[in-house]
């Protein structure tokens, strides 16, 4: 089962979240039908919505974006403070090989920007990006955290595909210091940090989030909440038309004149809603 925990090194003032969401980056992989490259990407990127999501409260979502003029053009992903997510990338059937044996996600993802939206409810949108700095996200979210919101962090993300293309390994994890933390701390950590293990090897050891960061901070961890992550999509007829709505009434015009019902497909789910000329028309009534 997919999870995540998140806690504070006992009596210091060091934030740890880790993830390992293998079934949900697989359940992705099988809905988008991605080649490795994709899959590792959007894998990367579903863990680190999973990390940032743990900073949310009741009910909000945050949304990473990552657009890029390399072939995988743009991933997303969307994680909610329940921790279901969902995910897209743009062009699925993208694979570029390896780099130092790791997939090439980098090169796939190109130069480009990596866009965080908070989605806080009640309609409020906070939106902020930062330029990529190399196109394997884990170190652009880091930047982003640092540079965007000002928190101090280290971010590290693994996706681990099979030769037949299925994903054996999928997760994360984040540390974040405060004003509070003792230099002492930061000191340590950076240490530590430089010689840890890679995420996906850890999970595919057989280490649960707790372990891992254990493992990687090697202190002992006051664990805060502990969460299931699932693959989920709130998609409903009423807001695919919604989406109708932003193509114009020019574009819906020429829809209604072609008199066939149209099939709309939700980009997280692949879901597949009918809209009837009928329904066409009420909508461009009501525009
Ligand atoms: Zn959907």
Redesign the pocket.
């Known amino acids: 089962m997919d999870e995540v925990v998140k806690g504070l090194i006992e009596n210091e003032h060091v934030l740890v979240v880790a993830t390992i969401c293998t079934e949900t980056v697989e359940y992705a992989r099988k809905i988008h039908d991605t080649w490795p490259t994709a899959t590792a990407a959007m894998g990367r990127v579903i863990a680190g919505s999973v990390l940032l999501a743990s900073t949310l409260k009741d009910k909000q979502k945050i949304m990473i974006q990552i657009k890029g003029d390399g072939p995988l053009s743009e991933v997303v992903a969307e994680a909610d403070s329940f921790y279901r997510v ?1 995910a897209y990338v743009k062009r699925p059937h993208i694979y570029m090989g390896l780099k130092n044996e790791k997939i090439d996600v980098g090169r796939g993802v190109g130069k480009g920007f990596l866009n965080v939206i908070r989605d806080l409810g009640l309609r409020e949108y906070y939106q902020s990006s930062v330029e990529l700095q190399t196109g394997e996200i884990a170190r652009d979210l880091a930047y982003y955290l640092n540079v965007s919101e000002q928190i101090p962090s280290a971010v590290s993300l693994g996706v681990y595909v099979e030769p037949d293309n299925s994903v054996k390994a999928a997760g994360g994890f984040m540390i974040q210091t405060m004003p509070e933390t003792r230099a002492e701390i930061v000191d340590f950590l950076e240490r530590k940090l430089s010689q840890t293990q890679s995420t996906s090897s850890m999970i595919l050891q057989g280490m649960d989030s707790l372990q891992i960061l254990e493992e990687v901070v090697g202190l002992p961890i006051e664990v805060l909440q502990r969460g299931t992550v699932t693959y989920f ?3 409903t007829k009423d807001r695919v038309i919604n989406a109708i709505v932003t193509l114009g009434r020019e574009e819906i015009q020429k829809m209604i004149e072609e008199g066939k019902t149209v099939d709309v497909e ?6 597949k809603y009918e809209v009837t000329v009928e329904e066409l028309k009420i909508l461009l009534r009501e525009i």
């Open positions: 969902r999509c709130p998609c939700c980009y997280f789910c692949k879901k």
